[in-house]
């Protein structure tokens, strides 16, 4: 009796089990270069950090100002991923730049969004209420922007009363300082620099994502499509990594969480604050494992036709992202049969 088939087959079993990709093939790289965000862990740190990545290793090489930034960095070969807000994803890809989201990585839920807060005492109550106000997003042409454009979109302004509407790009930590100092007359606030603020009082939500969209993932980490066809061994391993780094921190207790970011950036000695931490609460991400769904995109695409930056059928939502490398995939199609 031939028992090799059986063994390999029982080889195969115990390691899905176990989580761990089977039969793995050679990395093509071993070192990824990346940009991180000062006081803050990224999904890849954090599967550095669990060992998932290994024998992959990251190579930091600085920290981004914003997520545009970051996926142009992919683009000029600088880094080798990075990631942003879906919008910037499909507008870089439709401008012919040859990048490709593997895996999302943030997004808003009930525990996790950005809002949009003016002082108490401000007049500011409506859509309507904004024009000729300034309001301060990190930066233009990314998630903030987008949302707050949807927002006033739905509140009934016209295109040329939206334009009254003055977009101040403001670091995302002196946000609260702008607005309680009178710089702008609405800033936005996100996770954890939103609770500390709103623990110093004085301000008031005006509106927030989930507001307009519900629970959703807002954006992706990107490869050249180059890495993918010539390194699809790393690329499997990187997002694999990623994937599971963002299903330990869904399943974990937000404290075990928030002790394990605490202590990467302690151990990372980047001269930073890691007080923010501690208002850790969620991932956001709504795909199991990060995994990309065509309504992720489409949702933008639609937005982007509608105010003219694309035009009808210029770019199809399932040409700018791949499952292909992620573990998940094969895992909620097994449970759906």
Not at 169 to 176: K, L, N, Q, R, S
Request: aromatic share 10%; hydrophobic share 40%; glycine share 10%.
């Amino acid at each position: 009796m031939n028992i090799g088939p059986i063994v390999r087959f029982a080889a195969l079993a115990l390691t899905l089990i176990a989580g761990q990709p089977a039969f793995a093939q050679p990395l093509e790289k071993t070192t990824l270069r990346y940009q991180g965000w000062a006081g803050q862990v990224t999904f890849p740190e954090l599967a550095d950090d669990l060992g998932y990545l290994a024998p992959l290793k990251l190579d930091w090489v600085g920290n981004t100002t914003s997520g545009p930034q970051d996926i142009q960095t992919v683009v000029t070969g600088d880094i080798d991923f990075g990631g942003a807000f879906y919008g910037a994803i499909i507008k870089l890809i439709a401008a012919k730049a040859p990048i490709k989201a593997v895996i999302g990585y943030y997004g808003s839920d009930q525990n996790t969004w950005q809002g949009y807060y003016v002082k108490a005492d401000s007049p500011i109550r409506t859509a309507r209420d904004l024009i000729g106000k300034k309001v301060a997003v990190n930066t233009l042409g990314a998630h903030l922007e987008f949302t707050l454009r949807e927002y006033l979109t739905r509140g009934g302004l016209t295109p040329d009363e939206i334009k009254q509407v003055t977009l101040v790009a403001i670091p995302p930590v002196t946000g609260e300082q702008a607005l309680r100092q009178g710089q702008v007359d609405v800033t936005t606030l996100g996770d954890v620099l939103r609770d500390k603020a709103l623990e110093r009082g004085g301000i008031r939500r005006l509106f927030a994502d989930t507001d307009l969209f519900g629970t959703f993932t807002g954006g992706a980490y990107v490869l050249r499509d180059r890495f993918i066809k010539d390194d699809p061994n790393t690329a499997r391993k990187f997002v694999e990594g990623v994937a599971r780094a963002i299903e330990w921190a869904r399943t974990n207790p937000p404290d075990v969480v928030r002790a394990r970011f605490t202590s990467i950036i302690a151990k990372r000695k980047r001269n930073e604050d890691a007080s923010t931490i501690k208002y850790w609460k969620s991932t956001g991400v709504s795909g199991q494992g990060g995994l990309i769904a065509d309504q992720d995109l489409q949702r933008w695409i639609d937005w982007l036709v509608k105010d003219g930056w694309l035009k009808p059928g210029q770019v199809k939502a399932g040409d700018l992202f791949t499952n292909q490398f992620n573990p998940y995939l094969h895992a909620t199609t097994t449970a759906a049969k």
